[in-house]
């Protein structure tokens, strides 16, 4: 699903004659769903407006959108975490979009004491969505898990609960919001100790060459958000819509 969403200039700063083609994730609500809507879209959509930039967003698996963007076919995706190995592939700005903490999830009952990536037992069968990143500590380990990766939050659930998984890995927003939205009993999981803390950021095309100058006029805007106040505004009116 694609769409082309034009944003009136909010401010009177540099302004450009450009639209950007962005691969939005389509499976991490409330950040970015099935549609691209959420936090992620918005904050995009404020913070290219203040350069007068219009965005092209379409919705794709997450895998897909990284793919699509490594390739130079997108300019760029959201909800990419900073960290060495997507350095090498992706330009990133200085301003992250948000910050997101993710945590090991378990089965009632059958909660295990991991504190770190390194407390999991060789073999240990984990469900993670397929793509993401879960910070350079985990990538150390990744090696040694049996790693069950599934493109819905939906899976991931559903495999915990029928105990295929020993574990899983969730961003704790997005869990709350897919169990709230869900048919499954909220005391049927626990959430255990979390397994890091991300900057989450739109990660920009290194096939392109202006893709520092997309960083750069995003970091203008997110500042300019947070200045002005309209990014915590845009924070709160998702979580106070999705939390009644």
């Given at each position: ?197 991300s900057d989450i950021y739109i990660a920009f095309s290194r096939q392109k060459p ?35």
């Amino acid at each position: 699903m694609s769409m082309i969403v034009l944003f009136s200039p909010l401010f009177s700063a540099n302004s450009y004659a450009l639209t950007l083609n962005i691969a939005a994730e389509d499976a991490w609500p409330p950040f970015s769903d099935a549609q691209g809507n959420g936090y992620s879209r918005d904050l995009a959509l404020a913070a290219f407006a203040v350069s007068g930039v219009s965005l092209t967003i379409q919705a794709v698996p997450y895998a897909r959108a990284l793919n699509l963007t490594l390739a130079g076919k997108a300019d760029g995706c959201w909800n990419v975490t900073r960290q060495p190995s997507t350095e090498e592939q992706y330009i990133f700005g200085e301003q992250p979009l948000f910050t997101a903490s993710a945590s090991y999830y378990f089965k009632t009952g059958k909660e295990k004491n991991w504190q770190t990536p390194a407390d999991i037992p060789d073999g240990t069968a984990l469900a993670i969505m397929n793509g993401y990143e879960y910070g350079a500590e985990f990538e150390k380990h990744r090696h040694r898990l049996k790693l069950i990766e599934v493109s819905k939050q939906q899976q991931m659930i559903a495999m915990l609960i029928s105990e295929r998984v020993a574990g899983a890995i969730f961003f704790d927003r997005v869990f709350d919001y897919t169990m709230a939205g869900s048919h499954y009993d909220r005391s049927l999981i626990r959430r255990g100790q979390q397994n890091h803390t991300s900057d989450i950021y739109i990660a920009f095309s290194r096939q392109k060459p202006e893709a520092d100058k997309y960083a750069q006029l995003l970091d203008e805007g997110l500042k300019i958000l947070k200045a002005n106040g309209e990014y915590q505004r845009i924070m709160d009116s998702h979580y106070d819509r999705w939390s009644e």
